[in-house]
């Protein structure tokens, strides 16, 4: 059986001497300063969940080498697939699907590349790959990924680009430079893989996909300005606790040893790479749904302490939220139901459903946000702090102002607080923004479904049933088929 380190083991692993700038100056422990406690606190907590009673079914499953924990092992049939995205749904639910990385996330990212590089690439990049992603699991090691080269670089020659390359080969791994714009949870995790997407006239220099240490030498991470400076956990109970720090990564000179280098001078292979997605993208749906059945039970909860759920029209809204998040269920659960092994003999979800989920969920993100907003009402606006809720002079008018029904002013403005921060918060921006970029956009993900729905065959059957229809009404044969067949699987049209 393999272990899961703990929550005390995690918070103590940070204080490895990792270089974390932020506003000017480079953090101590992260795990004991302010700006960076909270999120620490968080990953801990998930550590934490797989020694908890509670969690053994949803954490752990039953595997080849025995009981392992669920993010770190390939599913081979549907049961494990689907059992992998109701785990990420219900760990997100733990933090209002306001987290996109767990330290389960990067296992994902590695179970992609591992399985691309065996269904395409070559053997030995295939055997370093599954090697680092088995690896992975003993003691459940925290991976992320960053991929966003800096903007500015598309005004600069490919060869004067900040993009990262190798700079030095030896016998025993390469040395990169360079820098990357952004990436999520990079100071919190343990590695970093760093797959730098690959763009017309890279130098072969630039197509490298590796991981390392992010307490290597020469590695330097530069955290963004904080969604919320307060961390008072009544008036901010998810920004306090659950903003991500995206960072800048900058890498001066780092060695990287072979067994952590997955693709190298080879522009192919980090192009066909980019397909390495498929299990990443079922976590992402699965935490947006999780965000989703939040903001219906805020929806539920707030009209239930107003007493306005039986109002006719009110009732009407809580349908339509009940409608978005159902729709978002229907898209997992099909894209688990449709799934089909890879060439490498792993189940990879249905991207069709992927795409048409998500695309749903990132055109009604902000129509749900104001929905909740809208039904809380004015209220929302100005629940009193804690401070105000124990100011003497203040508490008559504070209790009669917020106060009412079966709530009081505490619980009404605890439950306000929530609805603000989930909704109308820099941190719920942030969580859009997020949502919107890190897996390409909405033009991405139309994209996505349109060669999906080519690989898949869809495209051919319709077109199929229309030159059947035609054919036997009129007489008249045609052949569509050309526009249609699947193409080369290596390469994603999108």
């Given at each position: ?34 700006i ?37 092992i ?66 459940g090691r ?35 430079d ?30 490298v ?32 606790r ?49 965000r ?14 107003l007493?306005t759920?039986k ?37 990879l ?7 048409v ?18 039904l ?54 942030r ?13 991405l ?36 088929r ?13």
């Amino acid at each position: 059986m393999t272990t899961m380190r703990t929550a005390a083991e995690y918070r103590e692993s940070v204080a490895d001497g990792r270089r974390v700038w932020y506003q000017g100056r480079v953090l101590g422990d992260i795990a004991a300063e302010p700006i960076t406690k909270g999120l620490v606190d968080s990953y801990a907590r998930w550590y934490g969940w797989h020694s908890d009673p509670e969690w053994n079914d949803t954490l752990w499953v039953d595997g080849p080498e025995g009981r392992q924990p669920l993010s770190f092992i390939a599913p081979k049939d549907v049961g494990t697939l689907r059992k992998l995205a109701d785990s990420i749904r219900l760990v997100a639910q733990q933090d209002a699907g306001t987290l996109s990385h767990t330290p389960g996330y990067g296992a994902l990212i590695m179970l992609g590349v591992s399985d691309v590089l065996a269904s395409y690439g070559e053997s030995g990049a295939a055997a370093t790959a599954e090697k680092y992603y088995r690896s992975m699991a003993a003691g459940g090691r925290f991976v992320t990924g960053v991929y966003a080269p800096a903007q500015t670089d598309r005004f600069r020659p490919p060869e004067e680009r900040l993009a990262v390359q190798v700079v030095e080969e030896r016998d025993d791994g390469i040395v990169v430079d360079g820098a990357l714009a952004i990436g999520t949870s990079l100071a919190y995790s343990d590695e970093v893989f760093s797959a730098p997407i690959p763009y017309p006239g890279m130098p072969v220099s630039q197509a490298v996909w590796f991981a390392f240490p992010v307490n290597a030498p020469g590695v330097e991470m530069v955290l963004r300005k904080p969604a919320s400076l307060d961390q008072d956990p009544f008036s901010f109970p998810l920004s306090s606790r659950f903003d991500e720090h995206e960072s800048a990564l900058i890498l001066r000179k780092v060695f990287v040893p072979w067994d952590r280098v997955f693709a190298h001078r080879a522009p192919e292979t980090c192009l066909y790479l980019t397909r390495a997605m498929g299990w990443l993208l079922l976590s992402h749906l699965a935490r947006m749904l999780a965000r989703y059945e939040f903001s219906l039970g805020l929806g539920l909860a707030v009209t239930s302490s107003l007493k306005t759920s039986k109002i006719p029209g009110v009732t009407e809204v809580l349908t339509d939220l009940a409608i978005q998040t159902e729709t978002l269920r229907t898209a997992l659960s099909a894209s688990v139901a449709d799934a089909s092994l890879s060439p490498a003999g792993n189940l990879l979800p249905d991207l069709s459903h992927l795409a048409v989920g998500t695309l749903h969920g990132l055109s009604g993100e902000a129509t749900v946000a104001k929905t909740v907003r809208t039904l809380a009402g004015q209220g929302v606006m100005m629940a009193p702090t804690q401070q105000d809720l124990a100011a003497g002079d203040l508490q008559p008018y504070i209790e009669k102002l917020f106060g009412g029904g079966d709530l009081s002013a505490l619980e009404r403005s605890a439950l306000f607080h929530l609805i603000t921060d989930h909704t109308a918060s820099a941190t719920e921006g942030r969580v859009a923004a997020f949502s919107s970029l890190s897996t390409g956009g909405e033009l991405l993900w139309r994209r996505r479904l349109r060669w999906a729905f080519k690989q898949s065959g869809h495209d051919m059957a319709c077109a199929d049933l229309v030159t059947k229809v035609l054919r036997d009404s009129t007489g008249v044969d045609l052949d569509l088929r050309a526009d249609f067949a699947a193409d080369d699987p290596r390469i994603p049209g999108y």
